[in-house]
């Protein structure tokens, strides 16, 4: 498998752009994560979804992000209008099915936001 | 899930045994201890994990004290490659609501040198 595959890696944008992030998750897994990373806050989780739905969206910062999973292959996080403090490395991760290591997570490589 | 507790940093010289400590008082007997690490410009990587025994797989070792309130992570022989942030979490088995959720601290950061 080729692991979680987020893209795009880099973004670089203006204030008050829309932004998408988006996620494939590894084949057969249950649970999709969406974490955001700075130097002041270190390693947040932003929302989780199970079988497709959102379960905890409470680490979202505010309204201007959004999280879907229409299907089990594919999320996106979107943040509309973007601003200059949004700017941080989002990593997606999936965890989940089969394995009985059933509740350990991988993470993808990340995108790096920069908001101008 | 329970606090833990970790240095910032720590250094360790090639090849010898890394010995990263973690504290976690307050633990529950329900809960998990799992290690992971962030090398730089990379994404979280789970090294492993334990309840109350100690456990070994092909990157690491893991003990726990008997008492549950503290664990080691130990890099047999460590490399160039192994230096990161190593993130220490505690938190419920997976049948429990809400336990797949990670909490990350601050981490320790580990530096080999050569």
């Known amino acids: 498998d080729a692991g979680v595959i987020q893209s795009p890696r880099h973004e670089v944008t203006e204030m008050g752009q829309e932004v998408t992030l988006r996620c494939k998750p590894i084949?057969?897994?249950?649970?999709l994560f969406w974490y955001r990373q700075t130097m002041m806050r270190g390693l947040e989780l932003l929302i989780y979804?199970?079988?497709?739905?959102?379960?905890?969206d409470s680490g979202m910062p505010e309204d201007r992000f959004s999280a879907k999973m229409p299907n089990a292959s594919f999320s996106t996080l979107k943040i509309q209008p973007s601003e200059p403090r949004d700017s941080a490395v989002y990593f997606c991760?999936?965890?989940?099915?089969?394995?009985?290591?059933?509740?350990?997570?991988?993470f993808g490589a990340g995108t790096r936001l920069s908001v101008l | 899930d329970a606090k833990t507790t970790q240095p910032p940093s720590m250094d360790c010289a090639e090849g010898r045994a890394a010995n990263l400590p973690c504290n976690h008082s307050?633990?529950?007997?329900?809960?998990?201890v799992y290690w992971y690490r962030q090398i730089h410009s990379q994404g979280p990587q789970y090294i492993i994990h334990?309840?109350?025994n100690n456990e070994t797989n092909e990157m690491a070792s893991l003990i726990i004290t008997e008492d549950r309130k503290s664990s080691t992570l130990i890099l047999p022989h460590a490399t160039l490659r192994d230096t990161a942030v190593y993130y220490c979490?505690?938190?419920?088995?997976?049948?429990?609501?809400?336990?797949?959720?990670?909490?990350f601290g601050q981490g320790t950061r580990l530096t080999i040198n050569p």
């Open positions: 991760a999936s965890g989940g099915g089969l394995s009985l290591a059933k509740n350990i997570q991988y």
């Open positions: 084949s057969g897994h249950d649970y």
């Open positions: 979804f199970n079988n497709n739905v959102p379960i905890d």
């Open positions: 307050t633990i529950s007997g329900n809960e998990y």
């Open positions: 334990g309840l109350k």
């Open positions: 979490i505690v938190r419920a088995g997976p049948i429990i609501q809400g336990a797949q959720k990670l909490v």
